[in-house]
């Protein structure tokens, strides 16, 4: 046996010898590869090569201090070329069709097993080829091996290709073997965004259907490993890849799933699973293979105009819309428990598509052009504006006679099922009546935002009794149109708004301080109206859509719309105390106001609950008669309203200062307001009483002397910036501001939450910026669980767009070093506020790898606010992460959980025994270990020739 073993070892050393001396840089010169192990030494190289984006490869690039080698394939099919475990640097790899790369890349790798390359490149029998390979930057070489690989019998696929295991309906218990075949799908199916387009340590197996139908494949939350899986019409990917995946949609740990793929009876086809990438060495797990129910999109069930019934009781399809038709800003873009129907118009017009009030559950629908959703989805919605149950509804979409589309027909979630009727109706437009003017905004733009701008300044545009103004409007992607007009009446006017427009839209009357509706929204369509009697003074009018999807400018359903006032004179008188300037004179006891006409003369939120204004301000002024705490209360009238309550030492326009303010008293009917005020004897002080977003009403403001009683403000009572004991704090105008908000904090106990909130909102509690409130000071987020609080975080970072919103707010940086080439979770379960994370690679300014904001399952706190992400990471990769709010108010503390799966390739793979060299020591171990599995170096799963090569390449210190 010993001589045996070192017959072999004199045999691969003169093999590594003969081949690297025959190395060259110059293309011209190229040695010719072998199947099997090849040296190289780039250490000398001078050459650097320019590359093109593509063929695996997603950018242009350099591969620098470059070698060449030739290659004429003896057989036809997929060749694989490694350098995994053959070299200690950072490499790249091309394989060219000449020695220009401009003649030709068939295939590119950067890092396939971690900084080592791998790439796979299907040739046929005869066929030369350039194998140009160096290093990631200008520091990367040194001498090394890589191995090529050439297909086994069997029409050119892998191993196991020839009698693959049989697969059936139902679940296939499966083992994975690190057979180290790569699949090249590149050009054929792309499985995914991520990565390349290659299938790595791919296992086949075979199915064969019993009947004809869509059929659906799926390792969805069903394996331990990153899976990608295809389904193909023999073990070739170049006669034809039906369908392939990498991750499905709300698949754990990047498990995979195929919604649909039409299969013909009796047909066998060949089915790979592997890994994403070399670092996936091998898995196990269930391999699920059912029927579509009804026979999938195949068997679609016709529909004709007017209501049709329907169920997806006992579907089970999942049809993934991501990227092609956004049906609605809540959850996923997936069509859960699918049916499929057929539509064939008689008429080229557009059509309305509804469930709306037809469905018991929350439905969602689109309507396709085939079965495929890559051949073009002309409409989906999630949400119809004013529908019940969250049932859908589709406004106009253009069909053509004669042409038969699919409507797809399914839930929100995969909880979402049931029975209805579906109505195809034509679209019949709203007839507009002749206008007197049109709106300056273009369609598409923003120039009259009015209370909704985010700049600032409420831009608006002139409206009067008597006009009938034309305008556009429009909503998608989670955000709507919103068209202020600015109204002044002379005079008590009771105004009629109507509002006509083939779009579902509502308009309404706003007080100028922006807090809300004054009367109501109109109601009804072709036109929608609403009437309320106003004051003499200036007014908004505003006009929107009903919805935040489908009304796209241009679209089928159009974008014009007329807004018509007119008005006829009414009794409506501002209060007395309308103004400051003329503020009533209040006593003891009960004062009756009535704000119904009032204007408002403060602009802007103070303690309001929500940020929301109080408007529509009537004012008193009250002198007190003795030393102590007094009460202000508009809870104890005969019909108290939603009010706020606001006291100052002088009128705000004459420089008056805010020294108290609340807007929900504990104990309070009706959200109205309840505040004890100190005062001392003949002190005068300023009182504002309002309306919260726009609340009107009739009641009374009753001051009561209390003496000396608990109230925001209250000397030795406690900082509002620590947790205490008992109710209310010490600054009276943060204590205010935060009870408005919580009323918990001055009714039950000023906690740690209410602590937060100040430490986040009053001046006073303002806390200096975390270390790392900017990516440029990230600090390490390690694996495990690291605490953090975001209270003083500044920074916002655009990251992906959830429920219309783009940023991460109030966030912190980290940056992580991937430990392994698998799954990487950060959670933020457990966390006390509203959270959102980001994470970049490389770089601040990197490309965005991952994204979330509430987490889903299988997350431990899916359905919650709290935030969870999973994402492939590269070992030894740096990514920096944003940690932080949805809002712009947000702020809190929680902890962050980051776990990570797979290991990194040893830097020293070679070095058995762990002594940081490799020596004699180390190849007693492998000749010890020579036809079994262990010390195996290529990942074939046997020590052999190739792996002694690899390791003499090794010989010395470890770098």
């Known amino acids: 046996m010993r001589s045996m073993k070192w017959t072999s070892l004199c045999s691969a050393v003169a093999g590594v010898v003969f081949a690297a001396s025959a190395m060259a840089q110059d293309c011209a010169t190229a040695p010719a590869a072998v199947i099997g192990a090849n040296a190289f030494d780039t250490t000398a190289s001078a050459v650097n090569v320019a590359m093109p984006a593509g063929s695996g490869c997603a950018t242009s690039h350099t591969i620098y201090k470059v070698g060449y080698y030739k290659f004429t394939a003896a057989t036809a099919g997929v060749h694989t070329i490694a350098f995994c475990g053959g070299a200690t640097f950072d490499t790249r790899v091309a394989v060219l069709n000449t020695c220009d790369p401009a003649g030709g890349v068939l295939a590119c790798n950067d890092d396939s097993c971690g900084l080592q390359s791998q790439t796979a490149v299907n040739l046929t029998a005869g066929q030369q080829c350039v194998i140009l390979y160096g290093g990631y930057g200008a520091t990367n070489f040194g001498a090394g091996s890589f191995t090529i690989t050439e297909p086994t019998a069997g029409g050119g696929c892998g191993p196991g290709s020839d009698t693959p295991p049989v697969l059936v309906m139902g679940d296939n218990l499966f083992a994975n073997t690190a057979t180290g075949t790569i699949v090249a799908m590149a050009g054929l199916c792309d499985p995914g965004p991520a990565g390349d387009d290659n299938f790595y340590n791919t296992n086949y197996y075979k199915f064969t259907p019993a009947e004809s139908g869509t059929y659906r494949l799926s390792t969805c939350n069903l394996v331990d490993f990153d899976s990608r899986i295809a389904i193909m019409n023999n073990c070739d990917p170049n006669q034809g890849v039906l369908a392939c995946n990498d991750d499905g949609a709300s698949c754990a740990g990047f498990s995979s799933f195929i919604?649909?793929?039409?299969?013909?009876?009796?047909?066998?086809?060949?089915?790979?699973?592997?890994?994403?990438?070399?670092?996936?060495?091998?898995?196990?797990?269930?391999?699920?293979?059912?029927?579509?129910?009804?026979?999938?999109?195949?068997?679609?069930?016709?529909?004709?105009?007017g209501l049709n019934p329907f169920s997806t009781v006992g579907s089970s399809e999942t049809v993934d819309l991501t990227g092609v038709c956004d049906p609605g800003p809540a959850g996923d873009d997936l069509v859960y428990n699918a049916a499929f129907y057929t539509f064939t118009p008689t008429t080229s017009a557009a059509y309305q598509i509804s469930t709306c009030n037809l469905a018991a559950f929350d439905t969602r629908i689109a309507v396709m052009n085939t079965c495929v959703v890559s051949d073009g989805v002309l409409a989906c919605n999630d949400d119809g504006a004013g529908c019940a149950t969250f049932s859908s509804f589709i406004p106009a979409v253009d069909l053509s006679a004669g042409v038969t589309y699919y409507i797809v027909l399914g839930g929100y979630s995969a909880t979402d099922s049931g029975s209805g009727q579906i109505e195809i109706s034509l679209f019949v437009p709203c007839s507009l009546p002749a206008q007197s003017g049109f709106e300056t905004e273009l369609c598409g733009e923003d120039l009259n935002g009015g209370?909704?701008?985010?700049?600032?300044?409420?831009?608006?545009?002139?409206?009067?009794?008597?006009?009938?103004?034309?305008?556009?409007?429009?909503?998608?992607?989670g955000t709507r149109d919103t068209d202020w007009y600015s109204l002044t009446l002379t005079e008590g006017t009771e105004v009629t708004l109507s509002i006509a427009s083939s779009l579902n839209c509502f308009t309404a009357i706003v007080d100028t301080g922006c807090g809300g509706i004054v009367g109501g929204a109109s109601v009804g369509s072709c036109p929608s109206t609403t009437s309320v009697c106003l004051a003499a003074g200036t007014?908004?009018?505003?006009?929107?859509?009903?919805?935040?999807?489908?009304?796209?400018?241009?679209?089928?359903?159009?974008?014009?719309?007329?807004?018509s006032v007119t008005g006829i004179p009414c009794a409506?008188?501002?209060?007395?105390?309308?103004?400051?300037?003329?503020?009533?004179v209040a006593i003891e006891g009960a004062n009756p106001f009535d704000n119904t006409f009032a204007g408002t003369e403060v602009v802007g939120a103070t303690c309001g609950f929500g940020g929301t204004a109080f408007t529509k301000d009537v004012w008193f002024t009250f002198t007190a008669t003795q030393d102590g705490d007094y009460n202000f209360s508009t809870c104890l009238g005969a019909t108290p309203f939603d009010t706020g309550i606001e006291i100052y030492d002088a009128c705000p326009d004459a420089g008056g200062v805010l020294l108290g303010c609340n807007d929900d008293g504990a104990g309070c009917a009706a959200f109205a307001s309840n505040l004890n005020f100190a005062m001392t004897i003949g002190m005068n002080r300023t009182i504002r009483v309002a309306g919260w977003g726009g609340a009107v009403g009739a009641t009374d403001l009753t001051i009561t002397f209390v003496g000396d009683a608990p109230s925001c403000g209250d000397p030795g009572i406690g900082s509002c910036c620590t947790a205490q004991t008992t109710p209310f704090c010490d600054d009276a105008t943060c204590c205010n501001q935060i009870c408005a908000a919580d009323p918990f904090c001055c009714n039950t106990i000023w906690d740690q939450v209410c602590a937060n909130a100040a430490i986040a909102g009053c001046t006073n509690c303002q806390v200096a910026p975390p270390v790392n409130d900017e990516c440029a000071a990230a600090i390490n987020l390690p694996l495990?669980?690291?605490?953090?609080?975001?209270?003083?975080?500044?920074?916002?970072?655009?990251?992906?767009?959830?429920?219309?919103?783009?940023?991460?707010?109030n966030d912190l940086w980290y940056v992580h070093t991937a430990t392994g080439n698998s799954t990487l979770k950060i959670s933020l379960c457990g966390s006390l506020f509203d959270t959102k994370i980001a994470v970049f690679e490389d770089s601040c300014a990197g490309a965005l790898v991952a994204c979330n904001d509430d987490a889903i399952a299988p997350a431990a706190c899916a359905g919650t606010l709290q935030s969870e992400l999973v994402f492939t990471a590269v070992c030894g990769k740096t990514y920096y992460i944003s940690i932080g709010a949805f809002s712009a108010t947000g702020f809190g503390s929680g902890t962050a959980n980051v776990t990570q799966l797979g290991t990194c390739a040893p830097p020293c793979p070679t070095d058995f025994n762990n002594d940081q060299r490799t020596n004699f020591l180390d190849l007693a171990i492998i000749l010890n270990g020579w036809g079994t599995p262990y010390p195996d170096l290529n990942g074939d799963g046997n020590v052999a020739n190739q792996d002694l090569s690899i390791f003499l390449n090794g010989w010395g210190l470890c770098p």
């Open 539 to 563: 007014y908004y009018v505003v006009c929107l859509p009903s919805a935040f999807e489908g009304y796209t400018c241009g679209g089928a359903v159009g974008n014009d719309y007329t807004i």
């Open 572 to 584: 409506a008188k501002p209060p007395a105390n309308d103004l400051c300037a003329n503020a009533v």
């Open 784 to 809: 495990g669980v690291t605490a953090f609080s975001t209270l003083g975080a500044t920074g916002t970072t655009v990251a992906c767009l959830k429920f219309g919103n783009t940023n991460v707010y």
């Open 451 to 477: 209370c909704n701008n985010a700049a600032g300044g409420f831009p608006t545009e002139p409206i009067a009794v008597g006009n009938i103004i034309l305008g556009t409007f429009w909503a998608d992607a």
């Open 259 to 305: 919604a649909g793929v039409d299969l013909v009876a009796g047909t066998t086809y060949s089915v790979v699973i592997g890994g994403y990438n070399a670092g996936t060495i091998a898995g196990s797990g269930t391999f699920s293979i059912s029927m579509n129910t009804g026979g999938g999109c195949l068997a679609a069930t016709p529909l004709v105009e």
